[in-house]
Each structure stands twice: as structure tokens, then as C-alpha cells.
């Protein structure tokens, strides 16, 4: 039996770049994107978007999203992501389901395909031990062995202990690092059951496939929205 699989489209109002998720892009709002590549997925039962601001929700209504209004307490800067999220699976519940699989898509983030979110949801279809797929990049010159922290005394220090190791001071000789993308998840709601997933973001659980992409960016400037119309040309979206 397939699935419950919900996509849940998130974006809070209070941002430094005023009204960003709804900026145009090509003359739509920037969140119509992400929302599309998930509402295109054979995958998806159906679509959802969490907010604090009235027109965000309003830009969602346009491409077929239900609204779940966000308090503004879980809106703020310092806001965590998994409050949201944890907010909507509350108002599932309430609602009478909750999703099997959770589709958490940013709403500031066009770099997002239909056919990376029906990869993700149909390798945790098929495989019911991985906990989540997520997008991920190779990033080799912010390798987490090159970065430092500012101790006490005000000098620099590594972050791991490399006493008994050696360590290259040549990226291509370290061993390959991928960071999250951060344009969208695919994750099994029992995640947040078992609480016992990869810090800092436990929902995923411990059995995290990834989806290897070129590139993944989120709009934080307007600079940020000539790139993602960009991405779009390069992408063949538009």
C-alpha cells in the first residue's frame, strides 16, 4: 500500500529581504516554483503551506496549496524550521491523518526539480529502513577539516582533534564533503517518534540517503533573483 506522502511549503513573513518568498521571478512569485516541482510529483497526495504572513498563503492558494496559518510565535528570526514543521503535523492530526511522508519545501529556493522530489519519496517507498533523502552538494573549499573557531584567548583552533591523524593542506587529497542543500526534504514523520536522528537536524533520522545535485541556493538578496531566474533558463524550467 503506497504512502501517505504530503508537501508541505514553508515561509515566514519576517524576513530582512521584505516580502522575498514572493518576489518575482519571470513575473511570478519566487515561491510558485518550489511549489510546482512539488505539486507535479506523481508522488504527492497533496499540498500544504505553512505561513505567518496572509499573502504568502494567498500566493499559495494559486497553485492549489491549502493554508495552515503559522502563530507568529513560530515565525520570529529565531524561529527554528522544526517548530513549523511540527506545527503542521499538528494541525494533520487534528485534521485526522498524519503523512507518512513529509515532502518540507523551502519556499525561498527555486533550484528544486519534480524529478529530484519523485527520486527521494520513491527510494523511501521502496526501501521503508532509510529515513530520509535529502539534495546535497560536494563542497571541497569549506571542507569541515580547513574550518576554525576563535578560542578563549582570542586564537584560532581546529574543531576536531588531529592528533593521531594527518591532514592535508590540499582539498583534493581530504576525503569528499557534502553539505545539505537546504531547498527541500523528504522525510518519514516517525522520525520525530524515535527523536534519536543526526544533529542538528534530528527529524531526518540516522539513515539519510543523498541526492547528489551541481547546485542548490536559496534567495536571501535581490542579486539572488536575476541567479535563480538563471537556473531556471539553465535548467529548461522556463
Request: glycine letters at 4%; aromatic letters at 10%; a negative charge.
Amino acid at each position: 500500500m503506497k504512502p501517505t506522502v504530503i508537501a508541505l511549503l514553508t515561509g515566514r513573513g519576517n524576513n530582512t529581504l521584505i516580502d522575498k518568498n514572493i518576489l518575482p521571478v519571470f513575473g511570478r512569485p519566487l515561491l510558485h516554483y518550489p511549489g510546482l516541482a512539488a505539486k507535479q510529483s506523481t508522488y504527492v497526495d497533496d499540498c500544504y503551506i505553512s505561513s505567518d504572513d496572509q499573502k504568502i498563503l494567498d500566493a499559495g492558494a494559486e497553485i492549489g496549496y491549502k493554508p495552515i496559518v503559522r502563530p507568529a510565535e513560530l515565525a520570529l528570526p529565531t524561529s527554528l524550521h522544526i517548530e513549523s514543521i511540527l506545527h503542521a503535523l499538528k494541525v494533520f492530526k487534528e485534521a485526522g491523518f498524519v503523512p507518512e511522508i513529509l515532502v518540507v519545501i523551502l519556499a525561498n529556493s527555486v533550484t528544486i526539480k519534480t524529478e529530484w522530489i519523485d527520486e527521494c519519496v520513491k527510494t523511501l517507498v521502496d526501501d521503508s529502513s532509510i529515513t530520509a533523502m535529502v539534495p546535497a552538494y560536494r563542497e571541497m573549499d569549506h571542507h569541515p577539516y580547513r574550518a576554525k573557531r576563535i578560542n578563549k584567548d582570542g586564537f584560532f583552533e581546529p574543531f576536531f582533534d588531529f592528533s593521531a591523524m594527518e591532514v592535508s593542506t590540499n582539498r583534493q587529497d581530504l576525503e569528499p564533503a557534502y553539505f545539505l542543500s537546504h531547498n527541500f526534504w523528504v522525510f518519514r514523520t516517525a522520525n520525530f517518534e524515535k527523536n534519536d536522528g543526526q544533529k542538528p537536524w534530528t527529524f531526518l533520522g540516522n539513515k539519510i540517503k543523498p541526492l547528489v545535485v551541481d547546485e542548490a541556493f536559496d534567495v536571501h538578496h535581490l542579486q539572488d533573483l536575476k541567479r535563480s531566474e538563471e537556473w531556471l533558463v539553465e535548467h529548461k524550467i522556463i
